[in-house]
């Protein structure tokens, strides 16, 4: 454009020249700071998946090398690791608030209503910083420690992968109030199911997807026992057979798998046990019950895995883009469990 103008210019008036040059120069000045506000509006919010190319090579391999580790020695650790990223993420953003033990000056989100008693992981998380620290001192935080060791527990447990963006910091404060209002209890319904994830900017799919996190792990007897006693939407025999270890009162830490036919694989039975009417919590039931608005998806990803894996991994990255801190906000822990 510019070269078209020039030309016209030296084939008409010299003094056009003159013109012609301010303009350039107007061009350059604008592009020149386009260019300086793409990087640092880039470099400012933004995750990114080579955030540690150069920081911290190893970061990655580190951090899958110990998640499949501790899933060989233990298999429902891989599960207990994704939760963890969830808890994280949906309280204040994933800025790694869950880790925190109690102080004096703050209560930690540990023995929040959805997290006492449940939450676990928090040695391997402890071991994997510690091995980052070795090869990196002070540079991998704890908010994607955590968004890396979900997304290798479902890789290796056979489920799909994704480019984990990175260049999260670590909070300096937990909230236990936000833990218990912001995470979903297992009693909700559809309704304040799509209104929990629609205030953490999640849609109706993310959260169908993400719900699909319960083909593997475990779920205590208090979370599911007003389903198996009470409820009508809940196959007969699939409930009968529950109260066996879930009684009607006692035993609230008895342990029963989310997903009755795998649950150390990652695949799309969680919903194809949704269409039987075997879902084990109520708000798992809830998303599919003849006439609910999930019913759709819950039906296109128990008939096609692809669907299902491609927009779980899509829904992953969309949560753990939930309020990062980046830039020179929070900081990076050295241990996982304290401020610096
Ligand atoms: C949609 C709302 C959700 C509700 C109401 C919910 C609720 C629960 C409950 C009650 C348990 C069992 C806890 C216990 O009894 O100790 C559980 C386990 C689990 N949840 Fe969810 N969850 C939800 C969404 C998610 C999401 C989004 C993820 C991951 C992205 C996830 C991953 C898991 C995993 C992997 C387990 C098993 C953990 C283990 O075995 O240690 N959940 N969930
Ligand atoms: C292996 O898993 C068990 C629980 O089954 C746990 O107590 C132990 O600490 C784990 N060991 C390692 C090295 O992770
Ligand atoms: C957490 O669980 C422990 C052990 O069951 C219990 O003693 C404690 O009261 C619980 N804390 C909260 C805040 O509910
Ligand atoms: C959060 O829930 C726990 C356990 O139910 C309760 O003991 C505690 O008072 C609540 N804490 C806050 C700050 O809301
Ligand atoms: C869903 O649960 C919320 C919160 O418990 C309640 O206020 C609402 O009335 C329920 N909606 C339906 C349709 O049951
Ligand atoms: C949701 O998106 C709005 C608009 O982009 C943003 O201001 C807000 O912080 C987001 N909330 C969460 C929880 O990510
Ligand atoms: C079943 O519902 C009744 C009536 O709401 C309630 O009193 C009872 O505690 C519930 N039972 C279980 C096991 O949740
Ligand atoms: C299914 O969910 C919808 C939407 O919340 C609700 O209106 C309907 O009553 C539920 N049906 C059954 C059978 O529970
Ligand atoms: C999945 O959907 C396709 C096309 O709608 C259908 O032909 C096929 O039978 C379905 N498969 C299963 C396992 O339901």
Redesign the pocket.
């Known amino acids: 454009m510019q070269c078209l103008l020039y030309i016209i210019c030296l084939l008409r008036l010299a003094y056009c020249k003159r013109e012609v040059f301010n303009m350039a120069s107007n061009y350059s000045l604008l592009l020149l700071f386009l260019v300086f506000a793409g990087t640092f509006l880039e470099t400012k919010g933004k995750l990114t998946p080579k955030f540690y190319s150069s920081k911290c090579p190893k970061a990655l391999s580190i951090v899958q090398e110990e998640v499949v580790?501790?899933i060989k020695?233990?298999t429902r650790?891989g599960a207990s690791l994704l939760r963890l990223h969830f808890h994280d993420c949906f309280v204040n953003g994933c800025d790694a608030s869950v880790l925190l033990d109690d102080t004096s000056s703050f209560v930690g989100e540990k023995t929040a209503a959805p997290n006492n008693n449940s939450i676990r992981g928090f040695?391997?998380v402890d071991?994997i910083k510690a091995k980052l620290e070795k090869a990196c001192p002070g540079v991998v935080s704890c908010a994607d420690l955590l968004a890396l060791a979900a997304r290798d527990s479902v890789v290796y447990l056979g489920g799909p992968s994704w480019k984990v963006r990175l260049g999260r910091r670590d909070s300096t404060t937990a909230s236990r109030s936000a833990a218990n209002t912001s995470i979903p209890p297992p009693t909700s319904n559809i309704s304040s199911l799509i209104s929990n994830f629609a205030a953490q900017n999640l849609s109706l799919r993310d959260l169908v997807a993400l719900s699909g996190s319960h083909t593997i792990g475990l779920a205590r007897c208090t979370s599911f026992r007003s389903r198996i006693y009470n409820e009508s939407t809940i196959d007969a025999a699939f409930a009968k057979s529950l109260q066996g270890s879930c009684p009607l009162s006692g035993n609230d830490d008895n342990l029963a798998n989310l997903d009755l036919q795998t649950p150390t694989h990652f695949d799309n039975l969680y919903y194809k046990n949704l269409l039987k009417v075997k879902g084990l919590l109520h708000s798992d039931q809830e998303l599919f019950n003849g006439t609910s608005s999930a019913d759709k998806l819950v039906k296109i990803y128990a008939n096609n895995t692809f669907a299902f894996f491609k927009h779980f991994a899509k829904a992953m990255i969309n949560m753990g883009n939930i309020e990062p801190l980046t830039g020179s906000q929070g900081e990076i822990r050295t241990n996982c469990r304290k401020v610096n």
Do not use: S
Request: proline residues 0%.
């Open positions: 580790a501790a020695n233990e650790i040695e391997v071991h």
